[in-house]
């Protein structure tokens, strides 16, 4: 549930998916294309789905956006080891190395053992370092015969604008009637314990997804004192550098200044300045790799917890 390339079901992206493949169909599918768009709205399944319906057509539902169960290609993409797809993921918990990118050269320089096309997906793009980027550039400046790049860019981080100009670029995007339609189907078909108000304030699926896992795993209380929280998640970031403890507790301190909204709470500007006074403590404390409790004690003295 937590990998988006085990979905069989794409929810959504009708449009997009005959668009890309019109493009393909017509040999006018660019050899290096960007995905922008939020975080979590499925951009990287999308593209899983794409590669299925292009290259394993038999086992894919154009109609329905599913992956056949019997798909041999899904299975080898997922256990990577299907040669025809290189995923290289900038947002997990180990940063993309330049010598990564040097290793992706040397392969994609080589003759595929078959006639498919090559998939290379570079997810968390905005993620990579500007060393990374400018190695990444030197690929894409001149892509090899039958190589397509998929560049997805969340848009939380700059990406070089000579990267920018040698793709073309697809915003995604989904309205939050989608958003909420999208996670009660997920909530529906897993059974899901759901810890959040989504109606109210609509996150994207792939948010939805690892917020709640965390929530249950982690037994975060919602409704308990905030700084409880964000201790709790700076321990699980400092253990894991999974990059959605951050993006949770950014979560947790807006659903906060919400709530003072709604009380009409005559101090807000001030809880506002504390929200923000907090985000670059967190900042600090993933960029410079500082100590848990010096950080969790200034966040403290903000919330006068």
């Given at each position: 549930?937590?990998?988006?390339?085990?979905?069989?079901?794409?929810i959504?992206?009708?449009?997009?998916?005959?668009?890309?493949?019109?493009?393909?169909?017509?040999?006018?599918?660019?050899?290096?294309?960007?995905?922008?768009?939020?975080?979590?709205?499925?951009?990287?399944?999308?593209?899983?789905?794409?590669?299925?319906?292009?290259?394993?057509?038999?086992?894919?539902?154009?109609?329905?956006?599913?992956?056949?169960?019997?798909?041999?290609?899904?299975?080898?993409?997922?256990?990577?080891?299907?040669?025809?797809?290189?995923?290289?993921?900038?947002?997990?918990?180990?940063?993309?190395?330049?010598?990564?990118?040097?290793?992706?050269?040397?392969?994609?320089?080589?003759?595929?053992?078959?006639?498919?096309?090559?998939?290379?997906?570079?997810?968390?793009?905005?993620?990579?370092?500007?060393?990374?980027?400018?190695?990444?550039?030197?690929?894409?400046?001149?892509?090899?015969?039958?190589?397509?790049?998929?560049?997805?860019?969340?848009?939380?981080?700059?990406?070089?604008?000579?990267?920018?100009?040698?793709?073309?670029?697809?915003?995604?995007?989904?309205?939050?009637?989608?958003?909420?339609?999208?996670?009660?189907?997920?909530?529906?078909?897993?059974?899901?314990?759901?810890?959040?108000?989504?109606?109210?304030?609509?996150?994207?699926?792939?948010k939805?997804?690892?917020?709640?896992?965390?929530?249950?795993?982690?037994?975060?209380?919602?409704?308990q004192?905030?700084?409880?929280?964000?201790?709790?998640?700076?321990?699980?970031?400092?253990?894991?550098?999974?990059?959605?403890?951050?993006?949770?507790?950014?979560?947790?301190l807006?659903?906060?200044?919400?709530?003072k909204?709604?009380?009409?709470?005559?101090?807000?500007?001030?809880?506002?300045d504390?929200?923000?006074?907090?985000?670059?403590?967190?900042?600090?404390?993933?960029?410079?790799?500082?100590?848990?409790?010096?950080?969790?004690?200034?966040?403290?003295?903000?919330?006068?917890?």
């Amino acid at each position: 549930l937590l990998e988006p390339e085990h979905t069989l079901k794409l929810i959504s992206y009708h449009e997009k998916m005959n668009e890309f493949q019109k493009l393909y169909n017509f040999n006018k599918l660019p050899k290096v294309i960007m995905l922008s768009g939020e975080k979590g709205i499925g951009k990287f399944t999308f593209i899983i789905h794409l590669i299925i319906s292009l290259i394993d057509k038999e086992n894919y539902d154009i109609k329905n956006l599913s992956i056949s169960k019997k798909s041999l290609t899904h299975k080898q993409i997922i256990s990577k080891v299907f040669t025809n797809v290189i995923i290289i993921k900038g947002d997990n918990n180990v940063s993309v190395k330049i010598e990564d990118i040097r290793k992706l050269k040397e392969i994609i320089l080589k003759s595929n053992l078959n006639e498919k096309p090559r998939f290379i997906i570079l997810d968390d793009l905005d993620k990579f370092n500007i060393n990374c980027q400018n190695a990444l550039l030197k690929i894409i400046e001149e892509p090899p015969k039958n190589n397509y790049f998929i560049l997805i860019n969340n848009k939380k981080n700059k990406i070089a604008q000579t990267i920018q100009s040698r793709s073309l670029e697809f915003k995604f995007f989904l309205r939050e009637s989608e958003k909420i339609f999208i996670i009660k189907q997920i909530i529906e078909k897993n059974d899901l314990e759901c810890k959040f108000d989504y109606l109210n304030f609509p996150l994207s699926p792939g948010k939805f997804i690892n917020f709640n896992y965390l929530s249950i795993k982690e037994k975060i209380d919602l409704d308990q004192p905030i700084v409880n929280s964000i201790g709790n998640l700076l321990k699980l970031f400092r253990k894991t550098k999974n990059n959605y403890c951050i993006l949770f507790i950014k979560y947790l301190l807006d659903n906060n200044i919400y709530k003072k909204i709604d009380l009409k709470d005559s101090d807000l500007m001030s809880q506002i300045d504390n929200k923000n006074e907090t985000i670059k403590l967190i900042d600090d404390f993933v960029l410079f790799n500082l100590s848990h409790n010096s950080t969790l004690q200034l966040i403290s003295e903000k919330f006068n917890e």
